[in-house]
Nanobody
């Protein structure tokens, strides 16, 4: 499965970005797709994700209320709308796909396929 993340860039604090993740194919009938991020010198952390249908969506506390996760399964694409961005949101953002389990796993180790990452830089 090939995942392609895009949409990163440089934005001022308070601004918005929309990230996209397109899968070349779906590996599992009912898979999870999540966004993670990794800031310089830090580990990879969960941002948001959902099961295949989007019925179960989970957000990290650090972004809850500022981020909206959505997916278009007809296009094999997931989106991450990020609003009111803060300098601490600066990181490389990755999308990842894995076997669905309930509750949605926040552990990077539970995800099998990863996109190449897209850099988000928020200036103060």
């Amino acid at each position: 499965v090939q995942l392609q993340a895009s949409g990163g860039g440089l934005v001022q604090a308070g601004g918005s970005l929309r990230l996209s993740c397109t899968a070349a194919e779906s590996a599992f009938e009912d898979y999870a797709l999540s966004w993670f991020r990794q800031a310089p010198g830090k580990g990879r952390e969960f941002v948001a994700g959902s099961n295949w249908s989007g019925e179960f969506i989970d957000y990290a506390d650090a972004v809850k209320g500022r981020v909206i996760f959505a997916r278009d399964n007809d296009r094999n694409t997931a989106y991450l709308q990020m609003n009111n961005l803060k300098p601490e949101d600066t990181a490389v953002y990755y999308c990842a796909e894995g076997i669905w389990q309930q509750p949605l796993s926040r552990s990077p180790g539970q995800y099998i396929y990863w996109g190449q990452g897209t850099l988000v830089t928020v200036s103060s």
